[in-house]
């Protein structure tokens, strides 16, 4: 079983940028798809970005392509994600996943990952 814990929120003004970090822990870190994903309140948790376990590109998206970059350092079990130019509506709670049987098709959705994280607040203010 894979223990995520996710770092690296905060306040942020707009056009500013954040690094959030997902340490992984308990579980064979290699062998598993991690995504991250959001939530804005009263929103329904999306898809924001993943890496899959046979694959170290990572998939973005369209809402966050060119701003934010997913990446994966499987030595420390841990994956970051990279946002720039970040804006009002980037504001949520980002969540890190993960699942060892992640299909492509189903990278998207976030009831096929069995491994959450607890989440952590990103706000994007003036």
């Known amino acids: 079983q894979v223990q995520l814990v996710e770092s690296g929120g905060g306040l942020v003004q707009p056009g500013g940028s954040l690094r959030l970090s997902c340490a992984a822990s308990g579980g064979n870190f290699r062998s598993y798809t991690v995504a991250w994903f959001r939530q804005a309140p009263g929103k329904e948790r999306v898809f924001v970005a993943a890496i899959r376990a046979t694959n170290s590109n990572p998939y973005h998206a369209d809402s966050v392509k060119g701003r934010f970059t997913m990446s994966r350092d499987n030595a420390r079990s841990t994956v970051y994600l990279q946002m720039t130019s970040l804006q009002p509506e980037d504001t949520a709670v980002y969540y890190c996943?993960?699942?060892?049987?992640?299909?492509?098709?189903?990278?998207?959705?976030?009831?096929?990952?069995?491994?959450w994280g607890q989440g952590t607040q990103v706000t994007v203010s003036l």
């Open positions: 996943a993960a699942d060892s049987r992640i299909i492509l098709s189903s990278l998207k959705q976030p009831d096929q990952y069995d491994y």
